[in-house]
């Protein structure tokens, strides 16, 4: 049967900083041929105007942290035929996912004046720990160039085209000599997803993990890497609690530190 009219695009905010929904309005020249491919029906960020569902491809922005949440991701995931997850939070619970370490009804006793105000669930999990996600995109922020790549993909009906392997391969593509091994600068490119264009052991700096887990991370090897660096435990443990912390071979590798 002929489609009518554009596909429709919906953009989802769950809890996060929207750091990621800029990614697509920071798109500039690709947003206009964004916006000519689909018709953008949802997208809070940049307009008032919905209209209605369903919507052929969503994205999704944001952990679910609260029972409202944790039951409206279920409409959003009947509302889309494909449904991508974007950003750390959105596909590991995010920097927030720190409580999932402790004890959240602790932290609200301390952080609120009225605590019996607050609701909300005792961790901080990715969108797919509560319905079927398409794909995931990385990053914290995603790469805007990869958030094209991905909407261009379903648009077209082809997986998307993104890259599996580490940090490692970016730096040696770009030329940028090791920290790690010329610096003993402790670095987790070598665990860390692709897709950022190795940007910060190009200024010298090791990468701290904002696009997550590579495929089959070896994190106990890089970790015995960084204790010859002489990083101590507790520091080990914290390197891998950052925006990825709940992203599972993050959290294994961090556990395995903690005293
Ligand atoms: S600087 Fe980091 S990401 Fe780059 S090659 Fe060395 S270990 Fe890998
Ligand atoms: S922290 Fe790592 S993944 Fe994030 S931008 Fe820097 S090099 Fe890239």
Same mark, same amino acid.
């Given at each position: 049967m002929a489609r009518r009219g554009k596909p429709k695009l919906a953009v989802w905010k769950f809890a996060s900083c929207d750091g990621c929904q800029l990614s697509l309005l920071d798109c500039e020249d690709e947003l206009l041929a964004v916006a000519g491919a689909v018709e953008i029906a949802n997208f809070y960020e940049a307009s008032r105007a919905v209209v209605k569902g369903?919507?052929?491809?969503?994205?999704v922005e944001g952990s679910i942290t609260t029972p409202h949440d944790a039951e409206r991701i279920h409409a959003v995931r009947r509302a889309s035929k494909f449904l991508v997850t974007i950003g750390a939070c959105a596909t590991a619970g995010g920097i927030q996912a720190l409580r999932?370490? =402790?004890?959240? =009804?602790e932290f609200i006793?301390?952080?609120y004046a009225r605590p019996e105000y607050i609701e909300t669930l005792g961790k901080s999990t990715a969108i797919a720990d509560h319905v079927h996600v398409d794909f995931e995109l990385r990053g914290c922020p995603i790469d805007k160039?990869? +958030? #094209?790549? #991905?909407?261009?993909?379903? +648009?077209h009906g082809r997986k998307p085209n993104t890259p599996a392997h580490s940090v490692c391969v970016e730096c040696k593509r770009r030329g940028t000599v090791c920290v790690m091994v010329a610096q003993g600068v402790p670095c987790l490119g070598p665990v860390t997803q692709a897709g950022c264009g190795a940007i910060c052991p190009a200024?010298?700096?090791?990468?701290?993990?904002?696009?997550?887990? =590579?495929?089959?991370p070896?994190? #106990?090897?890089?970790?015995g890497w960084w204790g010859h660096l002489g990083v101590s435990q507790p520091d080990l443990m914290r390197a891998f609690?950052?925006?990825?912390?709940?992203?599972e071979a993050f959290r294994k590798e961090s556990e395995r530190h903690e005293k």
């Open positions: 369903p919507y052929d491809l969503s994205l999932n370490f =402790k004890d959240v =009804k006793s301390i952080v160039h990869q +958030l #094209v790549e #991905v909407i261009s993909a379903y +648009l200024y010298a700096r090791g990468c701290y993990g904002c696009f997550g887990p =590579k495929e089959t070896n994190t #106990v090897s890089l970790s609690r950052g925006f990825n912390a709940y992203a």
